[in-house]
């Protein structure tokens, strides 16, 4: 790989570059890679806003494919140099079967890793996330764990299990021989719960506030932690990554990285609020207005009416058995593995994400702002 910093050479490819995620990535990457020669974003549903971006030096290939399909990522991977994988099915609210999900993360992460040994390409970063550790089917808490803190990984539901499944392929894909005979180096970036533009659930708990006039009804305990991470320092973690893994291929490959910031430890609902009481809403009660074992019925109930009404209607609510598991169980990071072995710092500090957010949900459509 050339390593002059002034000669533009490489080719990188993002699966999922369209996504939330992703189009950080994208956007990042032509910012701060001066050896980026070719981007190409692959994705299932290509977005306009691609369009723009190939007026720029850096040469932007929009690629419309499909990660289960082992052709089109090996066609679309063809003479790149670096595969940041972050394209996958999120979905813990049964939109998508569980056969879908663990074709698209589990199936889809194994044609990426066949296409790096087909074609040569010699660098994988891995999108993986938190729930490839927990919160487990025990609701044990993980209070401001780091890579090495010992919990009982224990997965159930299908998303959290395609995850573990997928880093599991990448990681054991470290040092296999790629077309050309050198060792594939892999790693796997976790990320604990994103925010920032771009992401729907806040969106929807927005407008979910503005139907109920502004208000919000506390569900979850202020004690209980859940981890938060901008999602322009996950981005940020992902070009260090992909930048560093091949010099530093001995200490990165086939690591594991939570990412991280200084995004203050709160409970889910008391860390939305931070960008939602700017723009209007209120959070109401300093304890749930419901008892837990009601919280629990109606969870139940909810994933009932699901299954019920599936053969008429797709039912999916955001409070359902899973979602409410997660968001009752502390799981909070605290780590600098990321920094000892790639140098990496938060390139937004708590204020900017929070602003950068709290703009964006000002800007949305229908806001109360
Ligand atoms: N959002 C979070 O809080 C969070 C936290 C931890 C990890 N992650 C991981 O980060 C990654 C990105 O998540 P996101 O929140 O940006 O989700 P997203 O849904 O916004 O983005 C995923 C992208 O992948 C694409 N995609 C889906 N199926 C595909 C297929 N079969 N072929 C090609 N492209 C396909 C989608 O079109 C989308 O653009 C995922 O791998 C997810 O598991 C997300
Ligand atoms: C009980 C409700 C009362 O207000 C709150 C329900 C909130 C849930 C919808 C979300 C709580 C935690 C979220 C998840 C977490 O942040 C981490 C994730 C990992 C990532 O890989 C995918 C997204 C998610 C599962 C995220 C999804 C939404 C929550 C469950």
């Known amino acids: 790989m050339a390593d ?10 993002v699966t999922g570059g ?31 806003w691609l369009e723009e971006l190939k007026t720029g030096p850096v040469q932007v290939t929009a690629i419309q494919g499909d990660v289960t399909q082992a052709h089109e990522v090996a066609a679309a991977m063809a003479g790149s140099h670096v595969v940041i994988h972050t394209a996958g099915l999120v979905d813990v609210f049964g939109k ?29 970063v891995y999108t993986s996330s938190m729930e490839v550790v927990g919160p487990n ?9 780091n890579e090495d803190t010992p919990y009982e990984a224990i997965h159930r539901h299908p998303y959290p299990c395609s995850k573990a499944l997928a880093e599991q392929l990448v990681l ?14 892999t790693c796997a970036l976790r990320p604990t719960g994103i925010y920032g533009e771009g992401h729907q659930v806040m969106r929807d708990f927005y407008h979910q506030g503005l ?37 530093r291929a001995a200490l990165m490959g086939g690591q594991v990285y939570f990412c991280y910031d200084k995004s203050p430890y709160k409970s889910y609902e008391d860390f939305n609020m931070e960008f939602l009481s700017p723009c209007g809403l209120r959070l109401i009660g300093t304890h749930p207005l419901l008892p837990y074992w009601l919280l629990v019925l109606l969870a139940a109930l909810n994933a009932l009416l699901q299954w019920l009404l599936r053969p008429l209607v797709l039912y999916t609510p955001l409070l359902n058995p899973y979602t409410l598991a997660v968001a009752n169980t502390t799981f909070t990071v ?31 459509e229908g806001s109360a702002w």
């Open 96 to 124: 998508a079967s569980p056969e879908t999900i663990h074709k698209v993360n589990v199936q889809g992460t194994q044609n990426v890793i066949d296409a790096c040994v087909q074609t040569g390409t010699r660098l994988l």
């Open 137 to 145: 089917v025990k609701g044990h808490p993980f209070y401001r764990g």
């Open 211 to 247: 139907r109920f006039g502004g208000r919000l009804f506390r569900a979850i305990p202020a004690s209980v932690e859940h981890g938060r991470v901008y999602v322009g320092n996950v981005a940020w973690m992902h070009i260090l990554v992909a930048r560093e893994l091949e010099q």
């Open 172 to 185: 054991e894909a470290n040092g296999r021989k790629v077309n050309g005979g050198l060792p594939l180096v």
């Open 18 to 48: 369209c996504g939330f995620l992703g189009e950080h990535i994208v956007r990042m990457l032509l910012e701060w890679e001066p050896r980026l020669r070719e981007l190409r974003v692959f994705d299932l549903h290509l977005s306009s």
């Open 334 to 364: 605290s780590t600098n593995k990321a920094q000892r072995h790639f140098g990496y710092k938060p390139l937004f500090s708590w204020e900017e994400s929070r602003a950068r957010t709290i703009h964006w949900v000002q800007a949305m």
């Open 4 to 13: 002059s910093a002034q000669v533009p050479a490489l080719v990188y490819l």
